[in-house]
């Protein structure tokens, strides 16, 4: 009886461990994000006329959507692409005594195939849809994203925040913040002197998070910097 008993727990074990195993192994084998817009914006462009945009293409073009939930999948498709492809990047930093401006150009390296993403879930809370998608992870991306995990690249934290007067659209502008913060912690760990010019790229990992808080958007991201390009005052 005791040997039934033993052999029992053995065997409910095992199969926890191989469940267990299973779910992480079919986590890494596909990239999950999803991405929201508000049913209906109460506060938004509009809202405050004597503030206005900066003259900056977005990042996030919700305006390829034409209901809350396209604006919605533009999002999740958008992170989607910067946990595949990723960014390329050139940053310039800001000079007084130069009398320059500070410089991110930022683009996504790539664009999925709407058609490859599989959506995983849907649905409304608080005001505010949210679409999930998945996308499996094929050799070739592997190979791309191994590349960054690499002893010489750290993964970073960084965070972003911009004005709430933008309504959702604003979020865009705090997450562009993150990336370039990110590129700035990146490069005060990976440079021993203090740039003019920067040029590398950026593997967004997993989903940004926002918050809204003191009538600011925020953002936090979580990625890897690559280096490619530098010019300095040397």
């Not at 209906?40 to 293409?57: C, I, M, N, S, Y």
């Amino acid at each position: 009886m005791r040997k039934t008993l033993s052999l029992g727990i053995c065997f409910t074990v095992l199969s926890l461990i191989l469940a267990a195993t299973g779910a992480a192994q079919n986590t890494e084998e596909s990239i999950v994000v999803y991405g929201e817009y508000p049913v209906k914006q109460e506060l938004g462009e509009g809202a405050f006329p004597d503030r206005e945009r900066p003259e900056v293409e977005p990042l996030i073009d919700y305006e390829r959507g034409t209901s809350y939930e396209d604006r919605a999948l533009v999002e999740a498709l958008h992170f989607l692409n910067a946990n595949v492809y990723g960014y390329s990047f050139i940053y310039k930093p800001g000079s007084r005594l130069l009398e320059t401006v500070e410089l991110f150009d930022i683009e996504l390296r790539g664009m999925l195939n709407r058609d490859w993403v599989q959506p995983l879930a849907e649905g409304v809370r608080n005001n505010v849809y949210r679409v999930k998608i998945e996308l499996p992870i094929t050799p070739s991306m592997r190979r791309w994203t191994s590349a960054f995990a690499t002893k010489q690249l750290r993964l970073e934290n960084a965070e972003g925040n911009s004005d709430f007067y933008m309504g959702w659209e604003g979020r865009n502008d705090a997450y562009r913040e993150a990336l370039r913060n990110l590129v700035l912690i990146s490069a005060r760990k990976q440079l021993s002197s203090k740039p003019l010019r920067i040029e590398g790229d950026i593997l967004l990992i997993g989903n940004p998070t926002f918050s809204v808080g003191a009538g600011r958007h925020y953002c936090r991201v979580k990625g890897y910097v690559k280096i490619l390009d530098v010019v300095t005052y040397d």
